[in-house]
């Protein structure tokens, strides 16, 4: 099975639907991130979390919330979809106790937004 | 804001040519990154480098903090190393700031 596992992997919706993503992990590591990739673009950091009562804005978190229901499980909601938020969705984990961050990511989500 | 720059963009080469794939960055960092990018989309870690060098199998990378530059080599390239190759920092306690990646094709 899959460290880091995202559902769904693809989804397609319209303009002003409420969305979740949802990302789940069984690393045990205390770090997770949401980032989007756009073709061009490159990733870019959407929020991320440090711990269960941690939460951080990254560069592009303006249309997204986040929620840290456990130490496994980091869920991105788009509260109201419009079409500039088609992308391909990475989660992403990290332990900074192993002493090297390196950084563990899921299949990707891929979200259409009509 | 710290940017991130690869080059090339595109890379085609024969399969057994020696690849160098290069990242430079604008401020200070902590760590740098390589990633790779499978066709299908998925996305592996390959190196974290805060100084100096690694290797591991046919991939080396290098990090001069000094000049703020990265280099990716790969040696004796295969069509199997065709993938998305992204250079990324660590500029603080936050996130990884991503470059744009480069897509390397290599040809039987």
């Known amino acids: 099975d899959a460290d880091v596992t995202q559902t769904p992997r693809n989804r397609i919706t319209k303009t002003g639907k409420r969305i979740m993503l949802e990302c789940s992990q069984t690393k045990g590591h205390d770090r997770m991130y949401w980032y989007r990739q756009d073709p061009g673009l490159g990733l870019r950091l959407i929020y991320y979390s440090f711990d269960v009562k941690d939460i951080n804005k990254g560069e592009i978190s303006d249309g997204y919330s986040v929620s840290r229901q456990a130490q496994a499980k980091f869920s991105l909601s788009l509260e109201s979809a419009i079409p500039n938020q088609t992308a391909l969705y990475f989660c992403?984990?990290?332990?900074?106790?192993?002493?090297?961050?390196?950084?563990?990511f899921g299949p990707g989500t891929r979200l259409t937004v009509l | 804001k710290n940017e991130v720059e690869q080059s090339p963009q595109n890379l085609t080469a024969q399969e057994g040519e020696f690849i160098t794939i290069n990242c430079s960055y604008s401020?200070?960092?902590?760590?740098l990154h390589w990633l790779q990018q499978h066709p299908g989309g998925g996305i592996v870690s390959l190196f974290m480098l805060s100084s100096g060098k690694k290797k591991h199998g046919r991939l080396i990378a290098t990090i001069n903090i000094q000049e703020k530059h990265s280099s990716l080599h790969i040696t004796a390239s295969h069509p199997r190393d065709s993938a998305v190759y992204i250079c990324?920092?660590?500029?603080?306690?936050?996130?990884?700031?991503f470059g744009k990646g480069t897509h390397l094709i290599i040809q039987p």
């Open positions: 992403a984990t990290s332990d900074y106790r192993e002493g090297t961050d390196t950084q563990y």
């Open positions: 990324a920092v660590v500029p603080g306690a936050d996130g990884l700031t």
């Open positions: 401020v200070g960092i902590s760590a």
